[in-house]
């Protein structure tokens, strides 16, 4: 198989959930090592049991064969039901003050915080629910949407705020653009699944803001902001790889800002916000000029200043998959053969360095030379951008994967 063709794409599937089933926890799913075991002494975090709840029921929708030693169709049925079964019954959810918690720790305490980012993981593992016919989606949705609408969308100003504590009584002061770029990618989920076009005008509000922020800073995207949503370009200087809030340019969210921004083009048609293709087009050359190849080495660096200069030279896979999926979307709305020429290239970078061809699954970060390290993310904490990035040249850029495959 030659990285990145077809039959590699399918290979990648099936191995990617052979890996992940493996994280089923009697509270969601958990954290997975380098060898695809539950590390214990880490919490079972909303945001890994959303996206793993997602990829599950993905891959019962695909029907493909699975991997040696892989979940068949009843197998990943069970693991995307527990995970609905999970978001409702069990402890990440607060029937008290309504919402979800971030975590559960290995001793019963909760991680307390209503966190945006996660909740709106929380909608995508609802949607691809419901578009696998899984008992219970509906309910989990419509919490989902309900919560999401009361308690995280500010109308006022068109984007989500960032976390609230326990009760919904205290909203952080801090406002971030991580947490909106997955609010688009649910809201637009959520509109192909329910048919309402809210969810879609909604996200497009979102990309036409920060596709503004980009373009007024030499399509570097200010990622941090204070409640007045001001940006704080320092923030983080002191922490600046952070897993969730790094300072400085994050090379990664422009490639997946990139194709949010063609998605949210081709959701809304005549309604789209003008010259969202034309930014994720900048956003993008911006990104790999930044990123790739920037210390010497071959792989995206993680983070840059704001002249473009790195910061932290670790390569998250992540990076990676986004580049693949951008290239893929850019290819075909622009017929520009460097994407096409791009998508080859990081597809062999991901052969070479970080698909574990010996355990399965893709390292998670790797060093400035490309050797593994666990500075940032430790294990292969779940499958989700890998799992997606075998997918996108598969599927339709539009309409969400989920909704894309059952189409298919």
Not at 12 to 25: E, K, M, N, P, T
Not at 45 to 60: N, P, Q, Y
Not at 154 to 166: F, H
Not at 372 to 379: I, L, R, S
Request: proline share 4%; with cysteine; net charge negative.
């Amino acid at each position: 198989m030659t990285p990145g063709d077809s039959a590699y794409r399918i290979a990648q599937r099936a191995d990617l959930l052979r890996f992940a089933a493996g994280s089923r926890h009697e509270a969601g799913f958990g954290y997975l090592d380098e060898e695809g075991r539950i590390t214990p002494e880490r919490p079972v975090e909303l945001w890994i049991s959303c996206r793993m709840t997602h990829v599950f029921a993905m891959g019962l929708l695909a029907g493909e064969a699975p991997a040696e030693s892989g979940p068949d169709a009843d197998a990943l049925r069970a693991l995307a039901q527990h995970g609905v079964d999970a978001l409702l019954d069990g402890p990440l959810r607060d029937t008290v003050n309504g919402g979800w918690f971030a975590g559960v720790n290995p001793d019963g305490s909760l991680l307390s915080t209503k966190m945006a980012y996660a909740h709106a993981f929380v909608i995508l593992a609802a949607t691809s629910a419901k578009v696998a016919g899984l008992d219970r989606a509906d309910e989990l949705l419509e919490l989902a949407l309900s919560t999401q609408s009361e308690r995280f969308w500010d109308e006022e100003v068109g984007l989500s705020v960032e976390e609230w504590d326990a009760t919904w009584s205290e909203l952080s002061t801090y406002r971030g653009v991580n947490s909106n770029m997955h609010t688009v990618e649910c809201y637009l989920a959520a509109g192909d699944v329910t048919g309402d076009k809210l969810w879609h005008r909604r996200a497009g509000r979102i990309a036409a803001t920060v596709a503004g922020w980009a373009r007024g800073n030499e399509w570097r995207i200010p990622e941090h902001f204070t409640s007045s949503w001001e940006p704080m370009l320092e923030f983080h200087a002191d922490e600046p790889a952070h897993p969730f809030q790094p300072y400085g340019a994050t090379v990664g969210h422009g490639l997946e800002w990139a194709r949010l921004l063609v998605a949210v083009h081709e959701s809304l048609g005549d309604e789209a916000p003008e010259g969202l293709v034309e930014a994720a087009v900048a956003l993008t050359e911006r990104a790999v000029a930044d990123g790739w190849h920037a210390d010497g080495a071959d792989g995206f660096v993680y983070t840059t200043d704001w002249q473009g200069k790195p910061v932290v030279g670790a390569r998250m896979h992540w990076v990676l998959c986004e580049a693949i999926n951008t290239s893929e979307v850019l290819h075909r709305v622009t017929d520009d053969e460097r994407h096409a020429e791009d998508l080859e290239r990081w597809w062999d970078y991901a052969d070479r360095y970080l698909i574990d061809h010996e355990r399965g699954s893709w390292h998670h970060e790797l060093g400035v030379t490309n050797e593994v390290q666990f500075d940032t993310w430790p294990g292969k904490p779940d499958a989700y951008h890998a799992y997606q990035a075998a997918w996108m040249q598969d599927l339709p850029t539009t309409p969400s994967y989920t909704s894309a495959i059952a189409q298919s």
